[in-house]
């Protein structure tokens, strides 16, 4: 079974300050995407990774991909109560297209 | 814009009782899935499908039952409900752009609990 280790599980922090959530594997991902889900709802897609060593800014998120493409990074700068959610990702692997995902990240923003 | 609809969005099973979880696209996606999502967790594939009356298993298939007879319909069979099976459970769709980097698309779930 092919893993996507999360961490932290469970993150609170105080608004405005900055965090990194981190998803990590021992396998090579052809890709890899970050999904934010709020409660009742689906997961909804934050953006796609493909390149090794590869970073995206979303806003105040920044989101990077590691050279080996084993491992993925979220980072939050000044975080807000909007960004509370369950942070998901999931990755790809060669020659197949199911997609597989994290364990997730519970993230809290406490006004 | 529909999207991916399921239903329902809410049921209760007892144990033993069986049921279909309806889903249906209206992108013309290829690809469709059926996530299950325990309590806090992230999501397990139960099933895939790649196509008109083609599915596949993925990692917790077993109690579940699929079809794909067309594009837009893939519903999901519960045939012997267990506790077990209590989960919201997601559908799914996507059209593959080279395998690299297709967007999923998410219904908005439903909640399934088996007393």
């Known amino acids: 079974t092919q893993l996507l280790e999360q961490s932290p599980q469970f993150l609170s922090i105080q608004e405005g300050e900055n965090l990194t959530v981190y998803c990590n594997s021992s396998?090579?991902?052809?890709?890899l995407q970050w999904y934010r889900q709020e409660p009742g709802e689906g997961p909804v897609l934050l953006v796609t990774?493909?390149?090794?060593?590869e970073v995206k800014k979303l806003k105040r998120l920044t989101f990077q991909f590691g050279d080996a493409r084993k491992d993925s990074s979220l980072h939050i700068t000044a975080a807000q109560p909007g960004d509370t959610g369950l942070y998901l990702c999931?990755?790809?692997?060669?020659?197949?297209?199911?997609?597989?995902f994290g364990t997730g990240t519970r993230l809290t923003i406490i006004p | 814009n529909a999207g991916v609809t399921q239903t329902p969005k809410f049921r209760i099973l007892k144990i033993g009782q069986s049921m279909t979880l309806q889903c249906t696209q209206d992108?013309?996606?290829?690809?469709m899935y059926w996530y299950r999502q325990d309590p806090g967790m992230g999501l397990k594939l139960i099933y895939y499908?790649?196509?008109?009356?083609?599915?596949d298993k993925g990692e917790v298939p077993n109690g579940y039952n699929v079809s794909r007879s067309t594009t837009e319909d893939f519903p999901l069979r519960l045939e012997l409900a267990a506790p077990s099976q209590t989960s919201v459970y997601f559908c799914?769709?996507?059209?593959?752009?080279?395998?690299?980097?297709?967007?999923?698309?998410f219904g908005e779930g439903s909640w399934l609990t088996v007393v």
């Open positions: 799914a769709s996507s059209y593959p752009t080279g395998g690299t980097g297709n967007t999923i698309y």
């Open positions: 396998s090579v991902f052809s890709s």
């Open positions: 990774v493909v390149t090794g060593g």
């Open positions: 999931a990755g790809r692997y060669f020659g197949n297209e199911k997609l597989t």
């Open positions: 992108m013309n996606h290829n690809y």
């Open positions: 499908s790649v196509g008109a009356g083609i599915t």
